[in-house]
């Protein structure tokens, strides 16, 4: 048996493509996890008090309170509940599209909550969005913590 011995040289070729779409593949992933290893850090700053001093929502966006009385407010001003319709009227007058925030104190009536939603919807405004806080944990009394 024979075997053959190549004479002839023959130059290995590397394949381009390949290559390429290996190193893209390495440049992104390298970029991606720089990118979250990058501690973001804020500058701690104190501002300046003014006595002063009011804070401004949007434009756009009103506060509606339901007190426990059965009336609201409306950004601080005090509405009567026979007089809700005209006050979203004139908010909806102001604003063609307005955005109205519900909220209400503890006791309040959530039927008064439901009548502003109506109200509203009826009128036209459609972005309306009920407001709450979080609850602050509750510390257990008479010694129920520790089980006994």
Do not use: W, Y
Not at 31 to 47: A, D, F
Not at 106 to 123: C, G, M, Q, T, Y
Request: proline letters at 7%; zero cysteines.
């Amino acid at each position: 048996m024979k075997i053959r011995i190549q004479t002839e040289k023959h130059r290995p070729r590397l394949e381009i493509i390949p290559f390429i779409d290996v190193m893209f593949f390495l440049l992104a992933t390298f970029m991606i996890v720089s990118l979250t290893m990058v501690k973001n850090e804020t500058i701690q700053i104190k501002l300046p008090k003014s006595t002063t001093a009011v804070s401004q929502p949007p434009p756009d966006q009103v506060t509606v309170k339901v007190l426990e009385e059965g009336n609201f407010l409306f950004d601080k001003e005090k509405v009567l509940s026979q007089e809700l319709t005209s006050k979203l009227n004139q908010i909806k007058a102001s604003n063609p599209d307005p955005k109205i925030f519900v909220t209400g104190e503890p006791n309040a009536s959530f039927e008064l909550v439901v009548k502003i939603i109506d109200e509203a919807r009826k009128i036209g405004i459609n972005k309306i969005a009920i407001q709450t806080t979080k609850p602050q944990p509750q510390t257990q009394k008479n010694g129920l913590a520790n089980g006994t």
